[in-house]
């Protein structure tokens, strides 16, 4: 009896390595990433679920909840005349966002301390751009939204200190699509302000210095810069905060499929 017990549990791990093996694949295949097949199934598991959570896939309790979210900030912009017209144009950049999002990057409305959505304040993490000194990195962007969005861009900062020409010591970020009086259209939208940000990581713009240290460094010293770029990165490393809401969620469905078939 017990004999049959531990040969039942491997041919569940034998399952999940199955399963594990062709999703990976597949995954791997679609975004040349050979690294998946390095190490065990279990260290390709946990790698699989690194981009499964930054493709900010959502279970559906979590969908749920935006949606709640979402019918009490409608309701509560009704009563504010000045920020309706922001208010509804943010909800329809989460939607759009939510149906259409860079693959790695994730952006959602902060919350208050009623854990109502505060769609004036978003949260952002932004991947670093592949095959670049940026890409072990994933780096947290705040974007900041007035009441008179769309007219007038969101202010988005880095974390303070952060290194680059192009990001003032206090974090905030020098781009033309961010500058009222340059680049900036109300028709731009939240995805393309992220992918305008990562853009700027690995393509400075010299001609619009924001800090003296990076600047004169990838100027006059562009070998020291990228190791100084690589060392900020290691700052940044993954989020895993999000793997045990999708590891959980992944195997519910699994679960859900094979109780379905029986």
Not at 229 to 246: D, I, L, N, T
Request: hydrophobic share 30%; aromatic share 14%; glycine share 4%.
């Amino acid at each position: 009896e017990e004999k049959r017990e531990n040969d039942d549990d491997d041919d569940d791990d034998d399952d999940a390595e199955r399963v594990f093996s062709i999703v990976i694949a597949v995954f791997s295949r679609l975004l040349d990433e050979r690294f998946f097949f390095e190490g065990d199934w279990k260290r390709r598991r946990r790698k699989f679920f690194i981009i499964y959570s930054f493709n900010n896939i959502t279970s559906e309790e979590e969908e749920e909840e935006e949606e709640e979210e979402e019918s009490k900030t409608t309701h509560s912009s009704r009563t504010i005349t000045m920020s309706s017209i922001a208010t509804q144009r943010l909800m329809a950049e989460r939607k759009a966002w939510r149906k259409d999002r860079p693959f790695g990057f994730s952006a959602s409305p902060m919350k208050d301390d009623t854990g109502t959505s505060n769609f004036f304040k978003w949260k952002c993490m932004i991947p670093g751009p592949k095959d670049t000194i940026w890409d072990q990195g994933f780096y947290p962007v705040t974007m900041e939204f007035s009441k008179d969005y769309p007219v007038k861009p969101p202010k988005c900062k880095f974390p303070e200190g952060f290194y680059h020409p192009n990001i003032y010591p206090s974090g905030t970020v020098c781009l033309s699509i961010l500058n009222e009086e340059e680049g900036w259209s109300p028709s731009i939208t939240l995805k393309q302000i992220l992918l305008g940000i990562q853009d700027l990581l690995k393509s400075p713009n010299p001609k619009s210095p924001a800090q003296s240290p990076a600047y004169v460094m990838y100027t006059q010293d562009r070998t020291e810069y990228n190791r100084l770029v690589k060392e900020q990165s290691k700052k940044y490393p993954a989020p895993f905060e999000r793997f045990e809401v999708c590891a959980r969620d992944f195997f519910f469905r699994l679960r859900k499929k094979k109780k379905t078939r029986d």
